[in-house]
């Protein structure tokens, strides 16, 4: 799962993104608005959690242009301000809930977790493909009985394929998805990604499910 936290202090977005990253998570942080609308535009993000006070753009502006660009990407908006007319305000422009700062950052990672159940993509906590099971909750990998320790790395391009299962994924996609925006990452670290997870989870077994379609990209069916 992908998270873009947007938010002007710098202590609270460090803090909520350690969090975050510790519940594995990847996480992009922008500290404006116009940096924010155009992460958030352009990147593959399963959640937004959004400043109400930015400077260059404000929180509720951001979240308006994202709606009317047609991006459905939930919205989760953190203001210091619990009055009910911004609350009505975030809710109009298309914000999909509300966080009052100080918040505990077990509120906001439950929120974080009904919203992305509620996403377009709906958010299954155990996955299953064949003989192959995920659970992500708590992040166990388990094929024939048998638990496969990944890296973190590893675990999130599996995740992504079997969330994805029977559609061809690119590389692109998966760096999307798995990598941090500024991460500086090339095609060719995706295959060896990949290269790992078939000695985990596809060679000690009789059926190989990661696939290749060569030149577009990997599917796991």
Known sequence: MKVLIVEDEHRIASSIKKGLEMENFVVDVAYDGVEGLDLASTGDYDCVLLDLMLPGMNGLEVCR????????????????????????KGFDVGADD?????????????????LTRRSQTVFHPVLEVDDLRLDS?????????????????EYAVLEYLMRNRGRVVSKDEIISHVWEYDADILPNTVEVFIKNLRRKIDRPFERNLIKTVRGFGYKID
């Open 65 to 88: 242009r994202l709606r009317e660009e047609r991006i459905h990407t939930p919205v989760l908006m953190l203001t210091a301000k619990g009055e009910l007319d911004d609350k009505i």
């Open 137 to 153: 909750r708590s992040f166990e990998v388990i094929r024939q009985g048998v638990k496969i320790l990944l890296s973190r790395k």
């Open 98 to 114: 509300y966080l009052t700062k100080p918040f505990s950052f077990e509120e906001l990672l439950a929120r974080v977790r009904a």
